[in-house]
């Protein structure tokens, strides 16, 4: 299938792209920009004008509930969901049932994923045996099997001698370790951002101190034993700043934040908006500022959409009771586009964010629109609105806080390599 995308705005931030080119796909492959290779012929013409042509979106933190919980999403309405919103790759957490601890299973997910051709996926194996921050698993197993790393999912390692030993091992083969920061103790049974609105509604708060002392911890072995860290969702001040000054002293670190807590706060959870239930926390007004500006400064690397699909039952109860999550796959474009128009961020530096940035933290051959390279790419208009709604989403899961918003970013078409896999109606 040879495909000619005409008349499009290209945003290519790993080739500091902004312009508007032509783009020539064959063979599932970019083959050429601007002009046409000698004696191509397009079996098919995409007239891009008025839109935007960038790489497909990367996302770092996605659930697809397979195997094991496909009553909350399945791997087929969750990878449609991924290129109706125009991510093209995305890396998929261990907490399934069972879960990813071992290579067979890891290696039944990719086959799985593979034969619907959708969106690339990239599973992160379990740091340790079933999650459960005692024993490390065979990473060298399940690197061979397809893992790009190693996460504990939202289960911290309350043993640090398994961590020190886990980051060794990882250190010495090259894996990298996907750990969210949050200290257990300070967090147990804690539903919410410990402050204010937590006190006025009674609910259990988890203070900002434990992402900050969790974070010290795994800096501090990271440094020591030169391990490849990546911080997931970062979500307090306090954590920006430690991951600048870490990154100041040369540390091999990087890390994301959820697009939910780039604009959102704890006073959103409003009269128990159950939908706000989220991990971790939505933090403060400052907190949330100070994300922004370690966004725009190169202190965090990335956004992701931490995709949680969660049954509508699940929801339904009390906030503390409530599932944690929220489904983002199809609004992480919308999303990291309303927060560059907010922080005036030029488009090639927001995009950069959600691809090529992603991309080169898990070490896969994406976000970028060079030739020869896969043609995996996200086509979309960048002012036209749309309103966020159960029936308008794809994914199994329909909860987020942004129902019933309007928002601009709409995806006409996705493309994984040199195919067209989603056009929108």
């Known amino acids: 299938m040879k495909i000619h995308i005409k008349n499009g705005r290209v945003i290519d931030p790993a080739n500091n792209i902004d312009r508007n080119l032509d783009l020539y796909i064959a063979a599932g492959k970019i083959v050429a920009l601007g002009h046409a290779p000698e004696g191509f012929i397009a079996n098919q013409i995409i007239d891009a004008s008025g839109l935007i042509v960038c790489p497909g979106l990367v996302d770092l933190s996605a659930r ?24 093209t790759s995305l890396a998929c957490q261990p907490d399934t049932d069972p879960v990813l601890d071992e290579p067979g299973l890891v290696e039944m997910l990719k086959h799985r994923a593979k034969q619907l051709n959708l969106a690339h996926v990239y599973p992160l194996g379990a740091l340790t045996r079933q999650l459960q921050g005692k024993v490390l698993s065979e990473m060298g197993e399940l690197r061979e099997a397809g893992c790009v790393g190693f996460s504990q999912a939202n289960i911290a390692i309350t043993d640090t001698q398994v961590l020190w030993r886990a980051m ?40 900002s101190a434990a992402e900050a002392l969790a974070l010290a911890s795994i800096l501090r072995i990271a440094k020591e034993t030169c391990a490849r860290v990546h911080i997931s969702r970062l979500s307090t001040a306090e954590g920006v700043e430690m991951i600048r000054e870490a990154k100041e002293h040369n540390a091999n670190i990087s890390c994301d934040v959820s697009a939910n807590h780039l604009h959102l706060t704890e006073h959103d ?16 007004q400052r907190d949330k500022e100070a994300l922004s500006a370690g966004l725009k400064d190169g202190t965090i690397d990335a956004i992701c959409s931490d995709h949680t699909p969660v049954d ?14 929220a489904t983002g796959l199809e609004l992480l474009l919308a999303l990291t586009l309303k ?15 959600v ?30 609105y749309w309103k966020i709604s159960p029936s308008a989403l794809k994914s ?12 601009a970013g709409k995806v006409k078409f996705t493309l994984v390599h040199g195919q067209v896999v989603f056009k929108s109606e």
Request: hydrophobic fraction near 45%.
């Open 355 to 384: 691809s090529q940035s992603s991309a080169k933290i898990l070490g896969i051959p994406a976000g970028n629109l060079s030739a020869n390279s896969d043609a995996d790419i996200c086509i979309f208009d960048a002012n036209e």
């Open 312 to 325: 509508d039952d699940a929801k339904l109860a009390p906030f503390a009771e409530a599932e944690i999550g």
């Open 339 to 353: 927060w560059a128009q907010q922080e005036k961020v030029d488009l090639l530096a927001a995009m950069a964010l």
């Open 396 to 407: 199994q899961g329909k909860n987020t806080p942004f129902n019933g918003l309007e928002m």
């Open 168 to 207: 060794e091992y990882a250190a010495t083969f090259g894996f990298t370790l996907f750990l969210h920061a949050e200290e257990p103790f300070l967090a147990k049974d804690g539903v919410a951002h410990d402050g204010e609105i937590a006190s006025r509604l009674g609910l259990k708060g988890i203070p």
């Open 269 to 284: 959870i409003g009269f128990f908006d159950s939908n706000c239930h989220l991990k971790p926390p939505l933090r403060t």
């Open 64 to 87: 697809l509930r397979e195997p094991g919980e496909e009553y909350k999403a399945t791997l087929v309405s969750e990878l449609q969901a991924a290129v109706a919103g125009g991510i």
